[in-house]
């Protein structure tokens, strides 16, 4: 590979403790030994936000936006100061940023700010100077000159940002999985690691429920044409491609990995609940007035179905986060009385499966096919709901296993030979 | 007391755990009830900016300075997020601002900044909008807009330099003792709080090894006329104001304390040692020659004596921290060699005894008391320093207690009853 722009992005088990940043560091000295150009993204040491969060919550019931910021934003800040010592104590000359002074301009909103504008003036200065640029994740500074965060996966997000802000040739994240697998590895043995996935393929495995990538980052880079390498700063291996352009020959690993598949993974999702809204009169507005205030409640609805009317009335379903059944069902049971409703029940044992693959379009038949396999595995299927390429069904939780395996190899998705991945983290 | 605009600091144990955070901000509610404008000024959370430095060391031999000030500034600005969070919970309206928020403008020497110049709009605009300020202690933002640290104690000296340029009625350092001791408690369980110090005798007893308050604070206190008071976050009880002017009637506690005392205390140093060159040829230059190396090594020489000349040699003693003595060694013996001294001892089991008064000036004898004190407890004398309000002798570690205690008697400072405080805290 030619001398390159690259971002690298570590997240939070990358940079746990000061071994692990010190693996970091050599590895970032090796990157730059090859003469590319480096903006290195960190994230909050290991646990690190989880235990600033749970501070929060021991010294006030509803912590200000503004301050849960201001404390959140410490931890990456802290990554990446170690991060720049370790590479000065490796010989590399490296200079950290904070999301405000690379000039990472965001929205007012906090603590799920949106990046309006990247400036990052100082950043390319250190990479003219020849240092390497080392930047705080997940933060920016608002218009109203405020710090702020850019929410779950924030960090994934700077990366990729950085990497369309820069033109950079690649964005490397690298995390402690060696790529995007067809399964879980938990659950599915012998899933495979998937070598290259196009963006529209990645966003439905993210919001199917793949935790590699997050959703925001993944539209970002699908936005911008920017390349991303999901890798593992464990073993280093080459890991899982992200382009609607192939990758550069050598740069991805053939072996084990299929040929244009009709299907690329099996995802699954076990944080959902269901609700079910029973006997809602059949007449326009009403699907208006039940969302509306789910919406306006701050309840992240995935899933909708509505059964087709009889007798003048249809049972209406969705799925949330269960984190966010108790609101949900709130708000449902008010609408359902003014609008005339038979009840409201609810279901939190419940998973979704998911089959994704761009093949999927010209390939008839793979929802018939994935719904028998079901069936012949005594698996019954309770919602379900498709896009061009993703078929996702929710099962009774008990039978997720089952059904993830039983799809997996059904749709020739097996490995010869086990992969063994260790947990994927979240940044 | 009428309503006012009060500068209060908590150290560090101060705001430990979220427990006390709350405390504190029950404190800070009570007062801010009472129609006073408060502006706060936080330490790091208990040990934190020790595990901070702690995690430099382990990625790094030599961290740069840049990047030290970047990680050891997180940990006041966690607590100042926690505390706005604690406050609100208490229903108080709160607002954070980082040094760099604040426009607290220092120089560009990274890990011990001094600061240039306090501009501070943010923080009056809060005040004017009924807010409670709260801010990072410990940091600014140099000419260069790099983050810098102020070294040690500079919480102490943020909150002085926030009273000088807002114009305070006073600024409370809140610490885990309950005031100034005229001796300390863990040594002579007499000793007594002191309800009020001059400026000079303050700079005394923190030059001689008070802990209590950071010397640079002191200094700027004196400079822009800062009363202080310096009291317990624990008991919350009076402590000890230092200022040039008596504090306001009801201000002070007397009891216990004693009216215009000669000595207001026995202050104590066991952490330095002492080096002596001996046999130094008695001509023009070669203390400079001695001393230059040593302040260029950055060696924070303290006492300094020499004995008159006897054929044609002398023999220089000076004190310097323990830390800095294999440095000081190395350095003083080359020079040695050069200038053709006999040779360099050390010796790192000595402890500093210091009286400090302001009444000292006005009441001949002092020295002759106390060096007959100390020789009547068979403690012998190995240095001797003075300045106009403070007498300070070096003596073997071993003798310290005594030493320490039989002064303290013999000046008349034990108090009728035991106070017994904790620990002192740094900042």
């Known amino acids: 590979m030619s001398v390159a722009l690259i971002v690298q992005k570590y997240g939070g088990t990358s940079v746990a403790d000061p071994e692990r940043m010190r693996r970091v560091a050599r590895h970032v000295a090796d990157a730059r030994g090859e003469g590319h150009d480096l903006v290195v993204v960190v994230s909050a040491m290991g646990k690190a936000t989880d235990n600033l969060i749970q501070l929060a919550r021991?010294?006030?019931?509803?912590?200000?936006?503004?301050?849960?910021?201001?404390?959140?934003?410490?931890?990456?800040?802290?990554?990446?100061?170690?991060?720049?010592m370790a590479l000065h104590d490796a010989g590399v000359e490296a200079v950290s940023f904070t999301g405000s002074q690379v000039g990472i301009i965001t929205d007012t909103t906090h603590t799920?700010?949106?990046?309006?504008?990247?400036?990052?003036?100082?950043?390319?200065?250190?990479?003219?100077?020849?240092?390497?640029?080392?930047?705080?994740?997940?933060?920016?500074?608002?218009?109203?000159?405020?710090?702020?965060?850019?929410?779950?996966?924030?960090?994934?997000?700077?990366?990729?940002?950085?990497?369309?802000?820069?033109?950079?040739?690649?964005?490397?994240?690298?995390?402690?999985?060696?790529?995007?697998?067809?399964?879980?590895?938990?659950?599915?043995p012998r899933a495979r690691k998937l070598a290259w996935l196009q963006f529209d393929e990645m966003l439905e495995m993210a919001g199917a429920g793949?935790?590699?990538?997050?959703l925001r980052a993944v539209e970002f880079a699908r936005n911008h044409e920017v390349p991303i390498h999901v890798r593992s700063s464990f073993t280093w291996e080459p890991g899982t491609w992200v382009s609607d352009q192939r990758p550069p020959a050598g740069a991805i690993r053939e072996d084990g990995a299929m040929e244009d598949p009709v299907i690329s993974g099996v995802v699954h999702d076990a944080s959902e609940a269901k609700?079910?809204?029973?006997?809602?009169?059949?007449?326009?507005?009403?699907?208006?007035?039940?969302?509306?205030?789910?919406?306006?409640?701050?309840?992240?609805?995935?899933?909708?179905?509505?059964?087709?009317s009889t007798a003048g009335t249809t049972d209406l379903s969705f799925t949330c986060p269960t984190t966010d059944l108790a609101t949900a069902e709130r708000i449902v049971r008010a609408v359902a009385t003014e609008i005339g409703a038979g009840g409201v029940t609810h279901d939190d044992a419940i998973a979704k499966v998911s089959l994704v693959g761009a093949g999927m379009k010209s390939s008839p038949g793979i929802a018939a096919k994935m719904f028998r396999v079901l069936a012949d595995h005594g698996v019954n299927i309770e919602m379900i709901s498709t896009s061009t390429i993703r078929i996702s069904v929710v099962v009774a939780a008990p039978m997720l296993q089952t059904a993830v395996r039983a799809l997996h190899t059904a749709f020739d998705l097996d490995a010869d030979a086990d992969y063994s991945a260790p947990l994927p983290e979240r940044s």
Chains 1, 2 share one sequence.
Do not use: H, W
């Open 58 to 84: 021991q010294v006030s019931a509803d912590p200000p936006g503004r301050e849960m910021d201001m404390l959140l934003t410490t931890g990456e800040r802290i990554s990446m100061a170690l991060l720049c």
């Open 112 to 188: 799920r700010a949106k990046i309006l504008e990247v400036r990052g003036d100082r950043v390319r200065d250190a990479l003219s100077a020849g240092k390497v640029a080392v930047v705080a994740g997940f933060q920016g500074v608002s218009t109203d000159r405020e710090i702020t965060t850019l929410g779950r996966g924030g960090s994934d997000t700077t990366a990729v940002a950085l990497a369309a802000a820069f033109g950079a040739d690649a964005c490397e994240i690298y995390t402690d999985v060696t790529g995007v697998f067809s399964a879980d590895p938990r659950l599915v």
């Open 210 to 214: 793949s935790k590699v990538l997050a």
């Open 275 to 308: 609700v079910t809204v029973l006997s809602v009169p059949d007449r326009p507005g009403v699907s208006a007035a039940i969302f509306e205030p789910l919406a306006a409640g701050g309840v992240n609805v995935d899933m909708i179905v509505q059964n087709t």
